[in-house]
């Protein structure tokens, strides 16, 4: 652009006398000023009806619009199917819903004039702003960060995960926001943050990975509202042992010492511990590398057998939940078919199976669904005919182990002509010493131990 000129400025100060008109209670400029052409002579916004911006002032507030003007009442779109942009730099108004003045970038999707109240659909969303006390908000679920090129990205999260059945909100590395794919294929994908469970509510902090290549994250800590820190697996690094199961129901604190050990000390099978006796009860797992023996109160690793057999660690029913299934399913088959499956990695019997069913459709069907074992029926067909989800239990006595599956198998009376879905499969239980060899104990003793609890969903796409 050619340097003004005086002969330029006394042309602006006529065009900025004549060339704008004031509409709207005085608010309104309709007739911004360019020099497009370059000539060092500026033009008049009626010769620049081919373009896509405005600057206008609205109700005190300065506005520069992408595919968007000013129409004296609405905003309008220039090309409908277009997305239009606009940055509003707050003179005399605040941030809608708020009571501060901003800087704000609002987008608003392609559709039908006028464009939307602010924060509707079709209308003006917040994509950046920052307001009158300098503090910036997103208004998107992600921030990504490309660190110059540097791969895989670093991403930060507060989003609606329908597929896992949680509200996540943390850090993400190499995953896309919506679990969809990833940056590098030979990296591993983190997240640490806050889960939120879509339906009950319940929340922790959590870490969880999958591996290269794979979307699927896989849960390997957490810390429960309660201060709770619960860890599958622990690695220490001065004893070089797995300390499977924790002192202390899962909780070991630096402090926590016995007869002036601290836990590290007792993960090494190597270590003795002198003052165990017959009054101590000393009573521990030989881990890793036998996980048989037990060391008794006199000095010796020993296996627990009776009669005919060791040990029976299993299970007994409770509320705990050890799985959720919660993704929803559809059902459309009006025979018996297989819509959830979870494939054991443990031992257990006597387990609670839950479930919830619903279908929407006015011609009076109703969703029929019943726990199988490996693909044969273990109870009676439970029914509803509600539109809104209704919940069943079962509970489950059958032995089970490393590789048998329990399944949800559902159908509907007749082809229903809405919705009807399954959701949430829970298997809750508590791992127990339920008898030793052919003996059955009356009351079986609890085991407090968390176990990694790695499942398989096998459910139909």
Not at 174 to 186: A, M, Q, R, W
Not at 227 to 248: F, R
Request: glycine share 10%.
């Amino acid at each position: 652009m050619k340097p003004a000129q005086k002969s330029d400025l006394r042309r602006l100060k006529k065009e900025l006398t004549g060339g704008i008109t004031i509409g709207g209670g005085g608010n309104l400029m309709l007739k911004p000023i360019y020099d497009m052409n370059n000539d060092g002579v500026v033009d008049k916004a009626a010769e620049l009806t081919n373009t896509k911006f405005r600057i206008a002032e609205v109700n005190g507030d300065l506005w520069l619009t992408a595919n968007a003007y000013w129409t004296g009442s609405v905003w309008n779109r220039i090309d409908i199917a277009k997305v239009a942009f606009a940055i509003q730099m707050q003179g005399a108004n605040n941030i809608p819903g708020e009571g501060v003045q901003g800087l704000n970038i609002w987008v608003a999707q392609p559709g039908n004039n006028p464009i939307g109240d602010f924060d509707a659909m079709g209308g003006w969303e917040a994509g950046f702003i920052i307001t009158g006390y300098r503090k910036a908000v997103l208004g998107s679920n992600v921030l990504e960060f490309d660190g110059y090129g540097l791969v895989p990205y670093g991403r930060f999260i507060h989003s609606h995960v329908l597929t896992l059945g949680y509200d996540y909100t943390g850090i993400l590395t190499n995953l896309f926001e919506d679990l969809s794919g990833v940056d590098d294929i030979t990296s591993p994908s983190w997240f640490l943050g806050r889960i939120k469970h879509i339906d009950s509510g319940a929340e922790r902090i959590s870490v969880q990975v999958a591996q290269p290549g794979s979307t699927n994250l896989s849960e390997k800590a957490y810390i429960l509202s309660d201060g709770s820190l619960y860890v599958p697996k622990i690695y220490l690094t001065g004893a070089g042992y797995y300390l499977n199961s924790l002192v202390g129901n899962n909780k070991v604190e630096d402090s926590d010492k016995l007869d002036g050990n601290h836990a590290a000390d007792f993960a090494a099978a190597s270590h003795i511990h002198d003052v165990v006796s017959a009054s101590a009860n000393g009573f521990m797992l030989k881990l890793p590398n036998d996980n048989r023996k037990f060391y008794n109160g006199i000095g010796s690793w020993v296996e627990l057998v009776a009669a005919a057999g060791q040990i029976a660690l299993l299970s007994v029913v409770s509320d705990n939940e050890r799985h959720n299934n919660s993704a929803e399913k559809s059902v459309t088959e009006t025979s018996a078919t297989k819509k959830k499956e979870i494939i054991f990695n443990e031992p257990a019997k006597n387990i609670r199976v839950k479930w919830e069913m619903r279908i929407s459709d006015m011609t009076g069907a109703k969703i029929y669904g019943a726990v199988f074992v490996n693909g044969t029926i273990k109870s009676g067909w439970f029914n509803t005919d509600s539109s809104t989800y209704t919940g069943f239990s079962f509970d489950l006595t059958d032995k089970l182990n490393a590789g048998d599956k329990v399944q949800i198998y559902c159908y509907c009376s007749q082809a229903p002509t809405d919705i009807a879905q399954i959701r949430n499969m829970k298997l809750s239980y508590d791992r127990a010493i339920c008898g030793f060899g052919d003996y059955t104990l009356v009351s079986p003793l609890p085991v407090n131990e968390f176990t990694e609890y790695d499942y398989t969903d096998s459910d139909p796409a």
